[in-house]
């Protein structure tokens, strides 16, 4: 809990005064108690400057080094704060908040970050550079190189695979939240939510959302200081419309964070041993960055949407003659259009946020050859993985690939790459035992090359519950390896 309470502290030593001006504030006493342990920023708070600034010097693209911006006269004789401005070039300033996140959000991974990631540069991200190249032997300089600024992203990306992070929406409570998936692969819902778990529930995580007459975040922050009577606080803080509240419950370390907006409350709540800590404190002080309980408020989602392609790419598996077809629901989010190449436009038919699944029809197309569903689920580890990669990755191409993969839960490892967003999962009779579902996390999309996706497998199971709700009959005679191949299509989502 040292880099939770190290994110507070950063909150409050770079916005004072914040605490005298929120009219939600505790006491005078509970006050200095939360300015010692430290106030945690909001995610939703747009920086005041989109320049991307670490001391005194301009942070550049990752994978080239911080260089020192040029003084203005006389910046010598200003203690060297005042510093020309530069115009950015066209779209350079949102790319700058992309490259100032990824940043953060790689030093976070490696645990030498321990605010809150917001793009906003300052001292802080200095000193974690520099803590980075210490740890490493590397010159204390805080710039990263190109071949310094590499192995950062590829640490980042190895602690990102170790614990299967992928950014999920909740279905129930309307939140979007990033999950350490390989510490807990068991999902389940509760009366306001969804929790995560671990076989033996040495980790947790659980999303809810109160909405009742009268809901404040005060109220609800009181009480959650107090539910359950096996807490003991650490850090608590209410500011604005969020709070935080962590410390132990029982033998278990917790995280609290809550949201409110329009006399609603949204929050997760983070529950591990201590056992577990060298592995849950960094991915706890991410998933803090990560959690937007009204996704469209903050600037983490917004540089994300933002970097959404235009013009994406993925696969889908035709599941009746008439023309269905099912794929990822990610790829079909924000699409003004949808096109099924070699069938044209197609109709987003049902969407469902629990299963993560899109239902889409192409209407006077002939007869189109329809996946083979197993009769049950994956029987062992490997699974063959049939889909069409980005044309980027082929030439332009429109190839059906296929690859080999193995399954460790519901993990596909590893990972297709781009493009295999929907692609169907064989069993070893080429039976559909799972669609993928392909996560590009958005704090690795916002780094200087194109990272490598994270795969989860939507097993048979939820797929068919899904058609089932549509009243689509399935097939479920075995085809061979060259009729799941023509089972699949090329789905191309466009957006404004």
Not at 78 to 87: I, L, N, T, W
Not at 353 to 380: I, W
């Amino acid at each position: 809990m040292r880099m939770l309470g190290a994110v507070f502290v950063a909150f409050v030593a770079a916005h004072p005064a914040a605490a005298q001006t929120d009219k939600s504030a505790p006491s005078a006493a509970t006050t200095r108690s939360a300015t010692q342990t430290g106030k945690f920023r909001r995610p939703g708070i747009r920086p005041p400057t989109l320049r991307a600034r670490v001391g005194a010097r301009r942070l550049r693209a990752p994978g080239q080094a911080l260089e020192a911006s040029p003084p203005t006269e006389g910046a010598s004789r200003a203690a060297g704060v005042a510093r020309k401005r530069v115009p950015p070039a066209p779209g350079r300033e949102g790319s700058a908040l992309a490259e100032r996140l990824a940043l953060q959000f790689d030093l976070a991974w490696t645990g030498d970050y321990t605010g809150l990631v917001t793009g906003e540069a300052g001292e802080k991200t200095g000193s974690a550079i520099k803590a980075f190249q210490r740890n490493r032997k590397f010159k204390e300089s805080g710039t990263l190189n190109t071949q310094e600024r590499a192995l950062l992203a590829a640490a980042a990306k190895a602690k990102q695979a170790q614990v299967g992070w992928s950014m999920v929406d909740d279905p129930v409570t309307g939140a979007r939240l990033g999950i350490p998936a390989k510490q807990v692969p068991n999902r389940s819902p509760t009366k306001t939510g969804i929790r995560w778990s671990s076989a033996q529930g040495q980790v947790q995580v659980e999303t809810f959302r109160i909405r009742q007459p009268g809901t404040t975040l005060a109220g609800v922050y009181e009480q959650q200081k107090k539910e359950p009577a096996t807490r003991r606080l650490e850090v608590n803080l209410l500011r604005g419309d969020f709070f935080v509240l962590s410390g132990m419950q029982g033998l278990k370390r917790f995280y609290e964070r809550a949201e409110f907006k329009d006399g609603e409350v949204r929050g997760m709540t983070v529950l591990y041993d201590q056992a577990t800590e060298n592995i849950m404190e960094p991915v706890a002080v991410v998933m803090a960055s990560a959690f937007s309980g009204f996704p469209n408020m903050t600037a983490v989602a917004q540089a994300g949407d933002a970097l959404r392609r235009k013009v994406e790419y993925g696969t889908g598996i035709v599941v009746s003659s008439a023309g269905d077809i099912v794929t990822d629901r990610q790829l079909t989010d924000g699409c003004n259009v949808i096109v099924v190449a070699g069938y044209g436009d197609a109709d987003r038919v049902a969407d469902d946020g629990a299963s993560g699944l899109s239902l889409l029809r192409v209407y006077g197309a002939p007869d189109l050859a329809a996946a083979a569903f197993a009769d049950d689920g994956a029987k062992g580890p490997e699974t063959t993985l049939v889909g069409i990669a980005d044309p980027e990755s082929q030439g332009g191409g429109a190839a059906v690939s296929v690859v080999t993969a193995s399954l460790r839960g519901n993990a596909v490892e590893p990972a297709p790459q781009i493009g295999f967003s929907g692609a169907a999962a064989l069993d070893g009779q080429n039976r559909l035992v799972g669609v993928v579902a392909l996560k590009t996390p958005v704090v690795a999309a916002l780094g200087a090359s194109t990272p490598q996706p994270q795969a989860l497998l939507i097993p048979a199971s939820t797929v068919r519950a899904f058609l089932d709700a549509q009243k689509l009959p399935l097939a479920t005679a075995p085809g061979g390896l060259e009729s799941a191949k023509s089972s699949v299509v090329r789905v191309i989502c466009v957006r404004k």
